[in-house]
């Protein structure tokens, strides 16, 4: 298992290719990102509290089967520098990886993301839509108005620091997984979501969820007719990111595919990485 905030879990061996962190400077911010696999390029991007080493090896081994997989840190995420805390936004967040794309001499890819990832992922499909061939959505909301919220208090334990760093992976195991997982999950992963845990900075937490209460308290903008086409894939026993609001993308994103993953959690990646791989290669080879 790999995970540090939102982030995946399982097992299985790196995805084959190159992987090792690059950087790029953005306005004299340090920009992070790891590029593995091989293939036509796949933009994917990660949620809250998480790095690009945050993402469920064995769903990063089967996708580099047919991709070359350019996982970013988002600012203040791993190896990425935060700069102004205050300007960390979903929108500024797409407008980072547009400039990577740039500095990558990439004109045009497939973009999946995952939580707050998925977030990004839209908003830069709606920036730039001549730059996004087809975008998934794993376990994501439209935002504003028309998402569908958690139940009452979820909010509140996600973002819970309280207690010690092995505390805090347990309460947030529980959110990740559903109830018949999330104990054995906790027994074999628990110390390393702790360690990860342990790193992460208060001010980036801090920033990252006032760009999560604006995405979900302001209206969207509606994606134009040059939109891509999306896949959205939720769990159906998802507590943070409830499954309804896989329909409400729906209503929102013309044409968007929906797939369920029976039993799956909000890291329905992790329990089902090789299934939830497929999707998405069929899906953009499509």
């Not at 796949?42 to 580099?64: I, M």
């Not at 769990?235 to 929906?258: M, Y």
Request: net charge negative; glycine share 10%.
């Amino acid at each position: 298992m790999s995970a540090a905030g939102e982030g995946g879990a399982g097992g299985g061996e790196s995805a084959a290719g190159d992987d090792e962190v690059r950087t790029i400077e953005i306005d004299g911010r340090r920009l992070a990102w790891r590029s593995l696999g091989a293939g036509r390029p796949l933009l994917l991007v990660n949620g809250y509290a998480a790095s690009s080493a945050d993402w469920d090896p064995a769903l990063l081994q089967a996708l580099g089967r047919s991709f070359q997989l350019i996982c970013p840190d988002n600012r203040g995420a791993g190896a990425s520098q935060l700069g102004d805390a205050f300007e960390l936004t979903i929108d500024a967040m797409a407008a980072d990886l547009e400039r990577l794309l740039d500095a990558l001499g990439i004109a045009r890819a497939p973009v999946a993301g995952w939580s707050m990832g998925s977030y990004v992922a839209q908003r830069l499909a709606m920036r730039s839509p001549g730059r996004v061939d087809a975008l998934v959505l794993l376990a994501s909301a439209p935002g504003g108005p028309t998402a569908v919220s958690a139940e009452p208090g979820v909010w509140e334990r996600l973002t819970d620091h309280s207690g010690t760093p092995r505390e805090q992976a347990t309460r947030l195991i529980s959110l990740l997984f559903p109830p018949d997982v999330a104990p054995e999950i906790d027994r074999q992963f628990g110390e390393l979501v702790a360690d990860a845990r342990a790193q992460l900075s208060p001010e980036l937490l801090a920033a990252q969820e006032r760009a999560l209460r604006a995405w979900h308290a302001e209206p969207q903008p509606l994606p134009g007719g040059d939109a891509p086409p999306v896949l959205a894939i939720c769990g159906s026993e998802d507590v943070v990111i409830p499954p309804q609001n896989a329909d409400a993308l729906a209503a929102r994103w013309p044409g968007t595919h929906v797939e369920r993953i029976a039993g799956g959690g909000h890291a329905f990646m992790a329990q089902q990485p090789k299934r939830v791989a497929q999707l998405i290669v069929d899906f953009v080879n499509t």
